[in-house]
């Protein structure tokens, strides 16, 4: 019995398939947009007048009664500690807001 030879080994009748390069597309930048409403921007206006009321609050209350003191620091004193100024208005806020800064700047 005899074997005939079907194919070759080696280099001779072998090629390796051939790839096609991957074409690379034109990709335009995006970029994310975010915006801020303005009911957002208000509220938080209003939360950092509140923050600044308490710290001030904190720092009014922490300070010692002196007998020089008016007898209207005295009722305000009273007042923080009752909470009557914990939930305030725009409004309110805007006008200490006001106040604050024109003592803080001497106007």
Do not use: C, H, W
């Amino acid at each position: 019995m005899t074997i005939d030879k079907i194919g070759g080994i080696g280099g001779s009748g072998y090629e390796p398939k051939r790839t096609t390069p991957v074409k690379k597309t034109e990709s335009k930048e995006s970029f994310d947009n975010v915006s801020i409403s303005d009911t957002a921007k208000q509220k938080a206006s209003e939360a950092r007048l509140q923050s600044e009321v308490q710290s001030i609050t904190r720092k009014i209350l922490s300070t010692p009664d002196e007998s020089d003191r008016s007898v209207k620091l005295k009722e305000i004193k009273e007042k923080l500690k009752n909470g009557d100024y914990d939930n305030l208005n725009s409004d309110v806020l805007n006008t200490i807001a006001d106040r604050i800064s024109e003592t803080m700047l001497g106007q």
